[in-house]
C-alpha cells in the first residue's frame, strides 16, 4: 500500500529552525520527482520547494535562501531544512511525489512559527 508520512514540524520561535522529513513506502521511489507545499489558513496551497529526477532544484522566492530540499534514495526519505523561520512561514506543510501517471501526497505536518 502507498503511504506518505511527513514528520518533524512543531512550534519554533522567530528565527529558529526545523527539518521535514517525508517517508514514502508502497511505490518505486526513485521514478517520483519529490515536492514540499504548504498551506496557511485562509490561503491557496503554495509549492515551496521541488528536487527533479535529475536532481535539480526550485524555491518560492519567499523561502530561497533559508530552506534546503534534498531526498535519500536509499531509505526512500526526503527532507526539508528549514532556517530563519518568520511567522509568515506557519502553515501545513505537505511532501508530494510526483510521476507521470500518478502523485501521492502525505497528511501533512503543522509548522508554526510564534514568539
Known amino acids: 500500500q502507498v503511504q506518505v508520512a511527513e514528520s518533524g514540524g512543531g512550534l519554533v520561535q522567530p528565527g529558529g529552525s526545523l527539518r521535514l522529513s517525508c517517508a514514502g513506502s508502497?511505490?518505486?521511489?526513485?521514478?517520483?520527482?519529490m515536492n514540499w507545499y504548504r498551506q496557511a489558513p485562509g490561503k491557496q496551497r503554495e509549492l515551496v520547494a521541488s528536487l527533479v529526477l535529475s536532481g535539480l532544484t526550485n524555491y518560492a522566492n519567499s523561502v530561497k535562501g533559508r530552506f534546503t530540499i534534498s531526498r535519500d534514495i536509499a531509505k526512500n526519505t526526503g527532507y526539508l531544512q528549514m532556517n530563519s523561520l518568520k511567522p509568515e512561514d506557519t502553515a501545513v506543510y505537505y511532501c508530494?511525489?510526483?510521476?507521470?501517471?500518478?502523485?501521492?501526497w502525505g497528511q501533512g505536518t503543522q509548522v508554526t512559527v510564534s514568539s
Open positions: 508530494n511525489f510526483g510521476g507521470i501517471h500518478s502523485a501521492f
Open positions: 508502497g511505490f518505486n521511489f526513485s521514478m517520483y520527482s
